[in-house]
């Protein structure tokens, strides 16, 4: 499928539940967002149908994200139909991993390649500061069981935070030094609670660069990917830069968004939706509707000029 500016959209996103397990504090208010009303959501059914369709126009790429997608109840019978898809090439999960020691193995089994971990600290007290509760030797083991059940590559997501983080970033950084991990360092956006906070919170990419001077610039495998890799002399792992505030990757994206209540979304920050779930259960042919759509998926986001999502993060799958 290609878009008015020749994309070619390949990747789907499918966030499965607006639920989470953890609070972080950039994301979700300390009690949670009001929940979407469970009819609202889609079915796996439905979103297996969805799925399909996009497939059949030329996706194969698709990860599952939430919320925190391991707290849907019956995950693996959604991952089992989805993994079953032969045409779907890439298919991966994003989780904050506090379920991903029980889950690991399944998740491999049922056709997940890889996994992208959510992790803003290696520090536990922080950890729990950050996502208000959260024990992170959950997180732990579950990279461990990840790595262990052959789920690769790991990626860790890392969101960089003024003042909370930028003295762990060496720390992150060196460990891709023995494992082959791929830690991303990705900009704080004003998305979620995180519109509310003080600039002082946000800071660029550039920090890293200014900060580990050893790391060098390696030439990407996946030239839709929106990070900048970069690896230190002789480190097993690399280091991935995603930079929305900073540097527009708007020029390759690929990707369109499933939200848990069956919006289409074209763009992480437009606030443009296609409501497919409606059509859908209305018996309307959203192959057709799908393809209309992704003609007006927009050449690139408009941050810079205040234009964010109205939708939480959480709501949306990242
Ligand atoms: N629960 C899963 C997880 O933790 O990975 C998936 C959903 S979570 C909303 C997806 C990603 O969005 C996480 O890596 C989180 O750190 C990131 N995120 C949430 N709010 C953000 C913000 N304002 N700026 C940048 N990243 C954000």
Redesign the pocket.
Known sequence: MKDLYGRNINYLRI?VTDL?N?R?K??TPRHGISKIKHDEILTFEEIEKITKIFVSLGVNKVRI?????LVRKGILSLIKKIGEIKEIKDFAI????ILLKKYAKDLKQLGVNRV???L?TLDPKKYKEITRGGQIHKVFDGIEEARKVGLDPIKI?T?LVGGFNDNEIENFVNLTLKDNLEIRF?????????KEWDLDKFITNEVVLDKIKELKEIESQDICSPAKYYKLPHAKGKIGLISPITHKFCCNCNRVRLTADGKLKLCLHSNEEIDLKTLLRNGQDIEDIIIKSIQKKPKSHNLENGEYTKRN??A???
């Open positions: 966030s989470c953890l972080c950039y994301c994200t939430g919320g925190e997608p994003t989780t904050n991993g992208n971990v959510s803003d997501n969101v990705i900009e704080l956006m004003p998305i979620g609670e995180a993060m959480m949306i799958g990242g």
